[in-house]
């Protein structure tokens, strides 16, 4: 697919497939046989790096603003958009953190309208890190990903805790902060208004008005039930056709039963992984698993819903398709972490 809207980045994406091949390798071999558990012990050094590198697009030199949003550094002629690494240092911390306090965020604490209010002492590193990613996501504008971070913490959280509560107000907090970002915040709310008219023409024109997004709609509309077929669609009105649109191109290319045999692939793909957590033998590795298949449930479902006009359209990549080097690379390592948990847990036990 990337290949039809451009050769040249078909040949980097090859480059950067390799490299996530490697590194998908090196996990495996490097954390089999249980030894992915050692990451426990590291949880607050991975947050720091996680949050650390989610900063470097605001830096002078090696970040830079595309469409509004800081996305990535750039050292030379290589850039790598940081978000990829920081969702996975996060779930870590999550499902790490989770791991150890969950009963007492569950039994202790106060309540308050009919909601437990946790200790202060064992929620606060919760939200410090978890807030800290929002902050500078937020700082870097880079509100897909906040998304998709957002809906795997409730889900990690709910996961862990069984408490409704605590999903409950975390949607209430989410619609209201959105409510107030979507008002009151430019670069949101252009967004915003480009969703809720997508077909405007004066809204058509502006620099992040909803060009992008209408033509993606027309061309997902020509591809009709069965697509117009390879190398006949409209990629050369489709901005951005290789990574934020390329859902567009794929709908307009294989039409409506090609586009649900994707979504069905990425269905398929989260269904396994919750069945990995399932079957797995101790808490961190079901709070891990939870959470990387969340992620990239939440990933595709931004990307997804944004291209047909469901949600905002935000700048997030459409895992294992668009183009994007650091997303592929990150990808892999999140496969790999997903088959290292399935491994430990089918292994049979020290009594079988």
């Not at 902060?177 to 997508?198: C, D, K």
């Given at each position: 697919?990337?290949?039809?809207?451009?050769?040249?980045?078909?040949?980097?994406?090859?480059?950067?497939?390799?490299?996530?091949?490697?590194?998908?390798?090196?996990?495996?071999?490097?954390?089999?046989?249980?030894?992915?558990?050692?990451?426990?012990?590291?949880?607050?050094?991975?947050?720091?790096?996680?949050?650390?590198?989610?900063?470097?697009?605001?830096?002078?030199?090696?970040?830079?603003?595309?469409?509004?949003?800081?996305?990535?550094?750039?050292?030379?002629?290589?850039?790598?958009?940081?978000?990829?690494?920081?969702?996975?240092?996060?779930?870590?911390?999550?499902?790490?953190?989770?791991?150890?306090?969950?009963?007492?965020?569950?039994?202790?604490?106060?309540?308050?309208?009919?909601?437990?209010?946790?200790?202060?002492?064992?929620?606060?590193?919760?939200?410090?890190?978890?807030?800290?990613?929002?902050?500078?996501?937020?700082?870097?504008?880079?509100?897909?990903?906040?998304?998709?971070?957002?809906?795997?913490?409730?889900?990690?959280?709910?996961?862990?805790?069984?408490?409704?509560?605590?999903?409950?107000?975390?949607?209430?907090?989410?619609?209201?902060?959105a409510y107030f970002l979507g008002t009151h915040v430019a670069?949101?709310?252009?967004?915003?208004?480009?969703?809720?008219?997508?077909?405007?023409?004066?809204?058509?024109?502006?620099?992040?008005?909803?060009?992008?997004?209408?033509?993606?709609?027309?061309?997902?509309?020509?591809?009709?039930?069965?697509?117009?077929?390879?190398?006949?669609?409209?990629?050369?009105?489709?901005?951005?056709?290789?990574?934020?649109?390329?859902?567009?191109?794929?709908?307009?290319?294989?039409?409506?039963?090609?586009?649900?045999?994707?979504?069905?692939?990425?269905?398929?793909?989260?269904?396994?992984?919750?069945?990995?957590?399932?079957?797995?033998?101790?808490?961190?590795?079901?709070?891990?698993?939870?959470?990387?298949?969340?992620?990239?449930?939440?990933?595709?479902?931004?990307?997804?819903?944004?291209?047909?006009?469901?949600?905002?359209?935000?700048?997030?990549?459409?895992?294992?398709?668009?183009?994007?080097g650091s997303s592929v690379v990150m990808n892999f390592v999140?496969?790999?972490?997903?088959?290292?948990?399935?491994?430990?847990?089918?292994?049979?036990?020290?009594?079988?």
């Amino acid at each position: 697919m990337i290949y039809r809207i451009s050769p040249t980045l078909a040949r980097q994406q090859a480059i950067w497939l390799v490299v996530g091949l490697a590194l998908f390798a090196a996990v495996i071999v490097g954390f089999r046989g249980g030894r992915y558990l050692l990451l426990e012990n590291y949880r607050y050094l991975i947050a720091i790096v996680g949050l650390g590198s989610m900063l470097l697009p605001r830096l002078p030199v090696i970040g830079e603003q595309v469409n509004g949003a800081y996305l990535a550094i750039h050292v030379g002629s290589l850039s790598f958009q940081p978000s990829e690494l920081g969702k996975i240092a996060i779930i870590i911390f999550l499902a790490s953190y989770l791991r150890d306090h969950r009963q007492v965020l569950v039994t202790a604490g106060r309540r308050v309208l009919g909601v437990t209010i946790p200790p202060m002492k064992h929620f606060g590193p919760l939200l410090l890190v978890w807030g800290s990613a929002m902050a500078i996501l937020l700082v870097t504008r880079e509100i897909g990903t906040s998304l998709m971070f957002f809906g795997a913490f409730l889900a990690v959280l709910y996961v862990a805790t069984s408490r409704t509560s605590f999903a409950v107000v975390g949607l209430v907090l989410f619609a209201v902060g959105a409510y107030f970002l979507g008002t009151h915040v430019a670069h949101i709310h252009s967004r915003v208004l480009a969703w809720e008219h997508p077909f405007n023409d004066a809204l058509y024109h502006e620099p992040l008005g909803s060009y992008q997004l209408a033509n993606g709609l027309f061309a997902q509309a020509d591809g009709g039930l069965l697509g117009v077929g390879f190398g006949q669609s409209l990629i050369g009105l489709i901005p951005v056709a290789d990574s934020d649109s390329i859902y567009a191109v794929i709908t307009d290319e294989v039409g409506l039963v090609g586009a649900a045999a994707l979504l069905l692939t990425y269905l398929l793909f989260v269904a396994r992984g919750l069945k990995i957590a399932t079957l797995a033998r101790d808490s961190f590795s079901k709070l891990l698993a939870t959470g990387l298949a969340f992620v990239i449930a939440m990933q595709v479902f931004v990307i997804v819903g944004g291209v047909t006009d469901l949600i905002p359209l935000t700048g997030v990549t459409l895992p294992f398709v668009a183009y994007g080097g650091s997303s592929v690379v990150m990808n892999f390592v999140l496969l790999a972490l997903l088959l290292l948990v399935s491994d430990r847990a089918r292994r049979p036990t020290a009594l079988g």
